[in-house]
Every structure is written in structure tokens, then in C-alpha cells.
């Protein structure tokens, strides 16, 4: 597979930390003596992403997505495995390796603060040596598609959160890279501007065909910008697939919700009553056996609407970190 | 020629985030021209007990201190920024944006911020050496100059590669900034021709900490008392302290994106 714009097999990486009891005692010791362990934080995962292609990467805190993403760009080296991106070895770090691809993290800031935006911008153009008229023209494009034209000018520690971040979006994109990174880029921020985000995210990808390999504890963004999901656990690959198809192998259950004429009846011989509000009951009923339970309550009561549906993707997501855990 | 470019755009941004702070401009001229007064000061009470310091005379001393500002300036200017916010960007990670960027990271530490304000030093420094010159009159002569040009450039590149090797330190251990303040101070000893100093210290200050090279090495260029040897030692000790300080940061690099573990 060689045509994949991203391919990793079997990739690990074992941190060696330090540690030490609490304590004064402890703390001389560890001075002289410093007792070391290994901490596997990628443990042998493998994936291929096609070009073009945006990957939803999930996991808890600590799964190893962020180990992951700096070894496919460069930053870390891996202990063990194998990975490419865009036909190169990013642990080599070679300048047009490093010339398509771009990291984003939402919780570290490059922008310079104390100046506007656009002044960092020109940094970048000189390291990356963007030709001035590209330069204009993607400034250009970035600046519609963000709306930052009103934020170009102001110093940055002047800006928002969610303005500041979509300042270092722009920043990390000025050079078109192929290959983008995102980890976590929506942290902190407020409903609309993580919505802004997305939609800029999705339409980026449009436009110049890149590879976008995502991190986000939102599941909103996930379902709006992810067909494809690979969950992670422990450091180890848990699942590699469709959204749709995750949902459909970790869950047993359909959600049902019934309104009915009568608000007083009791649902408990149906299914599970997960909750019930103004008429509004919700029902946990076995996969399998939804068409029936749907059937039965539509002819035994006076039902004035009636909805199945897929849990919600958090429970999901929780429901497979809770098997992988037991 | 592209290294100059991106120096002058690093440079422009640092003009530009330090014109936010205009009244760091009145306080560094007002520090620079304490300490300026302060070391003028202790010249004339040293002279005025005695008409030569360890050979020296009064205005070949104040070349050398002329010399010491100049060079403290360069390190206040680009080199200690740099260093110190690279010890921070190892720290607070950072320094993954800049080992990401498509240039090599070794210079993009070394330029990443520019005091500017510490030009004051540098153009003050000038102007006693300047002075020192006029006074020395008819012993300045073209090989003086060339020499000490010649020397000031070494000594540059030699201070930069020990904060360089220093601050690489902070790849193994992440707190180092005392030891650059320990620099710091150690580097005020260089105000005075290191012939001064006893035997261990000047030992110290040529092959420990080698400020010797960097402030009484181009004053002695600019006094006609260089020896072709120190010279060439000169060179050949910028030389070695550049690849070592090269080495270590590539092993550091190494060590960070854990390569050698």
C-alpha cells in the first residue's frame, strides 16, 4: 500500500520516566539513584489513511493519540514499527517532508503574542519560503473562509480563545500542506466557533484534497467531519472503521422514544425505561428486538409519535472503553 | 544568504513586539548607561594609583571595555533571548513547533528572539572603543584592525557555542537557567585584561569559561600584543567549541525525540 498518504505498522513507542516516592527521603535519593520504568504509549498499532481521507483518531486521555501524531511528524522516534507519511520516514525529519505536512495543537500556541497575526504569518512565509503571490492567495482564501479579517491586525493577546485559534489554524496552513494534524483543535472552545471550525476544517480538505488525521474529545466534531474512526485504547488499536459500523459493533441497544396520549402508563414490560419527561418516554431496548417492542407498542397504546434510534456516539465511545477495561 | 533573510524577519518581528513595550527602551538606556558609568568609574580609580594595569595603559584598558560591552551586547541581543527561550520551549514543548518548521532547528533557536533594546550596548560600546582609539592614535594600524575584527568574530562564535552547549543541557536536565545566570556573572570578569588575575583563575577563564578569547583576546588585536599563536588558538578553539556544541545539540535533539533511548 504504497499509494497511502499515511501507513504505520506495528509502531510503538516506550517512554522511559523517572519515578519517585513522595518525600524528602525519596526525593535525595532519586538525586543518585534514579529507578526508571517503561511506559509503552503506542503499543503496536497499524493503520493505513488514503489520501484525501479524514480520519477521526479517538481514544481517552493518555491512549497514545498524541504520541502517534509526533512520530508521524517527525517529532518523536518510534521504539518500534514502521511508518510513512506521504512515502517519506518523518523520524528522518527531511525538509520536503516537513514542507507538506502541518501540526496543529489546540493547546499550545506558536503566534507571537505581543504582535498581530500577520506579522507571525511572515515568519512562516520565510521558512517555509512561500512565493509572495501564493502567499496573497492562500492568505486570501484562509482569511474568507475564517473570517479573521477583522482579527489580522490586532496583537494576539488582544484576541480570544477561539480567534486566537483560528489564527494558529491559519498560520499552520499558509504553506497548503498535504498532510495535516490536528490534535485537539476545538479545546476550550464555545459551541458556534468549534462549529466555524469544522466547517473550515471540512472545507480545507475540499479544496486541496488533504489527508487530515484528527483529534477531538468533541464527539460533535467527529460526526460532522469522520466517516472513519480509529479508536485507541492503552496504546493498542481497538477499532479501525466507519463511524456508522462503530456504533453498530459496540452496541447492543436501540433507543426508543414514545410519546403517548396517555402520559400515566407504565413502559417497564417493554424495554428498559431510561427516562421518561412530559410525555416523553425514553426506552433501552436489545438490538435484535427493536422491530418487535416497536410493533407491540404501536398496537397496544395510543402512540402519538414514536423514534429509533443509535445511543448517543459519547455512550458508545464510553461503552467501548468500558469493555476493552473489564 | 536565506539564514541572513530569516534573521532579518526574526528581527523585524522582535522590533515590532518590543515598539508594544516603548518604556523597556528608556530602562535598558538607563541600565546601559549605569553600568557604563560604573565600569568608567572603577577605570579612573584604578588609574589613579597607578599609570599601568599588568601592562596595560589606561586607554588600552578602556578599548577592552569598550570591547566588553560590544560583546555583551551581541550576547544580550540574540544569543542569551535565544538560549533562554529555548530552556523554556524545552520545557513547555514548545519546541515542537520549531523542530516541525522545514529548517534546521539549530538556527532557528539561535535567532528566535532578539532583544533589540541591547543594541544601546552595542552602539555605547562602539563609541568608547572609538574613544580608546582616538586616544591611542598612531599605534592602530590595518593588521590591528583586521585582527581584531578577525577576533571579535571568534569570540562571538566561541560564546555562542558555550551558551549553546549550555542551554543543550535542557534536553537531559530541564531546569537550567542558573547556570546561565552563573554565566552571566562570571562574564563581568572579563571587563579586566585577564593577565590580571591569578594563575588558576586565568586558567579558568581560558579553558573553563573561555571569556579570556572574548573580550581581552580582541583588545590585545586592537593593542598590537596578539600573538600569532593566540590567534590561531583563537580560531582553532571557535572552531572545535562550534562542532562540539553542533554535536551535542544533535544528540540532545536525539536524546528529546528519544532516537537514542
Known sequence: MTSAAIHIRDLQKTYVVSERESGMKAALQSLFHRRTTEVRAVDGISFDVAPGEIVGFLGPNGAGKTTTLKMLSGLLYPTAGEASVLGFVPSKREKSFLRQITLVMGQRNELYWDIPATDSFELNRAIYRIPISDYRQILGELTELLELEPLLHKPVRNLSLGERMKCEIAAALLHTPQVVFLDEPTIGLDVTMQRRIRTFIAEYNRRYGATVLLTSHYMADVEALCRRVIVIHHGKLLFDGELASLVQKFTAHKTIVVQLENPNADLSAYGEVVSYEEGHYTLRVPKADTARITGRLLADLPVVDLLVEDPPIEEVIEQVFAQEGS | ?261
Open chain 2, 1 to 261: 544568504m536565506n539564514y541572513l533573510r530569516l534573521f532579518g524577519v526574526y528581527f523585524r518581528v522582535s522590533v515590532l513586539s518590543e515598539l508594544a513595550y516603548r518604556v523597556n527602551f528608556f530602562v535598558q538606556l538607563f541600565q546601559s548607561l549605569v553600568e557604563l558609568g560604573t565600569a568608567l568609574l572603577g577605570l579612573a580609580v584604578v588609574f589613579s594609583y597607578t599609570n599601568t594595569l599588568g601592562g596595560w595603559r589606561p586607554d588600552e584598558v578602556l578599548a577592552l571595555v569598550g570591547v566588553y560591552f560590544i560583546v555583551g551586547g551581541m550576547i544580550g541581543l540574540v544569543i542569551q533571548p535565544g538560549m533562554g527561550k529555548l530552556i523554556e520551549s524545552v520545557r513547555d514543548g514548545t519546541l515542537d513547533f520549531t523542530l516541525a518548521k522545514p529548517e534546521d532547528a539549530q538556527l532557528l533557536v539561535s535567532i528566535q528572539r532578539v532583544e533589540i533594546w541591547k543594541l544601546i550596548d552595542i552602539v555605547l560600546g562602539f563609541g568608547v572603543l572609538a574613544t580608546a582609539l582616538v586616544r591611542l592614535g598612531e599605534t592602530v594600524g590595518g593588521w590591528e584592525v583586521l585582527s581584531f575584527v578577525v577576533m571579535l568574530l571568534t569570540g562571538a562564535v566561541i560564546i555562542y557555542s558555550f551558551w549553546l552547549i549550555l542551554a543543550t543541557l535542557s534536553f537531559w536536565f530541564v531546569r537550567v537557567e542558573n547556570i546561565l545566570e552563573i554565566f552571566q556573572s562570571v562574564y563581568e570578569a572579563g571587563r579586566w585584561p585577564i593577565s590580571l588575575y591569578p594563575g588558576w583563575m586565568r586558567f579558568a577563564l581560558t579553558f573553563i569559561i573561555p571569556i579570556a578569547f572574548v573580550t581581552t583576546v580582541p583588545a590585545e588585536a586592537l593593542t598590537g600584543r596578539l600573538s600569532a599563536e593566540t590567534l590561531l588558538g583563537a580560531v582553532l578553539l571557535a572552531a572545535l567549541l562550534f562542532a562540539i556544541s553542533r554535536v551535542l545539540w544533535r544528540i540532545g535533539l536525539r536524546q528529546y525525540s528519544g532516537a537514542s533511548a
